[in-house]
């Protein structure tokens, strides 16, 4: 089991500036004066962040110190190196540590409430797949285990040591853990990470960040050539409440995108169980075929009165639709209809704000050189804001820094910070990695 092919390397630097226009109108006229902050380039890459989405990338601790993580191969050579990048600002990136060529899925950055970064990373067998912490047995790419490190020490500019850890990984046979999501508590001590296992089955573990131990969970065995893939974990707003968006996919049809279902799970036991009445299917493709009809999950949060915010995309005959939908406060079932919010690509983010305002950050299913902002303070009623990237031909699959990852960020309605994927013009792949800050007015 491996990720999608990645896009081939190139390396392009460039300097970014944004301009708030007026953009592209799903569904509701739009007037703009906000302003966004392009701040840097982070470096090359030739893995978009949208490979595993539902994985935290980048985090923020109490002294301003930024981490990011980027997934790097080249073109369909497996396994991949990662690389972890810092910066003091937002604006000047160094390289701090680069993964060795053993890694199967994208790493996770995560804060607990010591303010400890832990580095969590699936790594194939047969070599270090961190630098200095040693592997799984098993030949070579056997099978995956999970690298789980914890940094509390710092250097003299106050950022991790990303040399000293404490190696908590979990390299037992048996112990795989494939296409998975991954949060911390609201308390910042539990992290959630709900995995596949090679039988397809869906699982939650529960890592306690100050006792390190762990509690494992089988909660679901998909159907005959199923899988339940990629799920997006948040915490609810009570202790031992964990929600799940996750794709329900078939197998074995030469297609990864043949995905037929979106369900929206929740857990009021830490993740130990999801009842059949806190499961909700969100949509569905009766005959997915993974180009002209199929299903996917983009995003989810939960905000500070429990509701469900869910976004969800469907190719129907061809054509692509964003949909947007509300809950209700602790349920999983979603009332009243979705709202399509226009022909967008099936990997835009959401945000809430402590006000309730809306925030749909993506880019058009035909490509753009722009970042769209959709805005709503009701969730039916939306205005969109075009930012254009200077230097790029394509812009693609933002991923947000997010408050599930123990990160010190701020209110969506004060801004957002992410990472986003640029093809800069000339160039045939996406090999750069911007980071942005999203500041509405």
């Not at 092919?5 to 004066?33: C, D, E, M, Q």
């Not at 285990?145 to 990303?162: K, P």
């Not at 074995?252 to 799970?265: D, F, K």
């Amino acid at each position: 089991m491996r990720l999608p092919r990645p896009l081939a390397a190139a390396l392009a630097v460039a300097t970014l500036v944004a301009t708030a226009v007026a953009g592209p109108i799903a569904p509701a006229a739009a007037s703009s004066t906000t302003v966004s902050t392009i701040s840097s380039t982070i470096g090359a890459t030739n893995v978009t962040p949208m490979h595993s989405p539902q994985l935290p990338k980048i985090v923020q601790d109490s002294n301003g110190w930024r981490y990011a993580v980027t997934l790097d191969g080249s073109g369909t050579s497996y396994p991949w190196i990662s690389r972890i990048w810092k910066s003091p600002d937002g604006v000047n990136w160094t390289l701090a540590v680069t993964l060795n060529q053993w890694v199967y899925q994208p790493p996770s950055l995560l804060l607990d409430s010591g303010n400890r970064l832990w580095v969590t990373v699936p790594c194939y067998t047969g070599g270090q797949c961190y630098p200095g912490v040693a592997s799984a047995s098993g030949a070579s790419m056997e099978r995956v285990y999970l690298v789980r490190l914890q940094f509390s020490s710092r250097l003299g500019d106050g950022s991790f040591d990303f040399g000293s850890w404490s190696d908590q990984s979990v390299r037992s046979a048996g112990a795989e853990r494939y296409y998975g999501g991954m949060a911390i508590d609201n308390d910042r001590r539990y992290i959630y990470h709900a995995y596949s296992k090679a039988d397809w089955s869906l699982n939650v573990s529960k890592f306690d960040t100050w006792t390190n131990t762990e509690t494992t969970s089988l909660v679901a065995n998909p159907g005959v050539n199923e899988a339940y893939l990629y799920p997006r974990v948040r915490p609810g707003t009570t202790s031992g409440e964990v929600w799940l968006l996750f794709n329900q996919t078939v197998l074995n049809t030469g297609s990864s995108a043949t995905i037929h279902g979106v369900q929206l799970w929740r857990s009021t036991d830490g993740g130990a169980s999801f009842p059949s009445g806190q499961r909700y299917m969100v949509s569905s493709s009766p005959s997915p075929d993974g180009v002209n009809n199929w299903t996917d999950a983009a995003d989810l949060v939960v905000d500070s009165s429990n509701r469900p915010h869910v976004l969800f995309y469907k190719m129907i005959s061809g054509v692509s639709h964003l949909y947007y939908w509300q809950g209700n406060a602790g349920s999983v079932t979603l009332p009243g209809s979705p709202t399509d919010l226009g022909t967008y690509e099936n990997h835009a983010q959401l945000a809430v704000a402590a006000s309730g305002e809306r925030f749909v950050l993506g880019t058009p299913a035909a490509g753009s050189s722009s970042l769209n902002v959709l805005r709503s303070t009701t969730g039916t009623s939306w205005t969109t804001e075009t930012f254009p990237v200077s230097g790029a031909a394509q812009v693609y699959s933002p991923n947000l820094e997010r408050k599930e990852t123990g990160s010190w960020v701020p209110d969506a309605g004060t801004g957002i910070r992410m990472l986003l994927s640029t093809r800069p013009t000339g160039s045939s792949d996406f090999s750069r990695l911007d980071y942005l800050v999203y500041t509405p007015t």
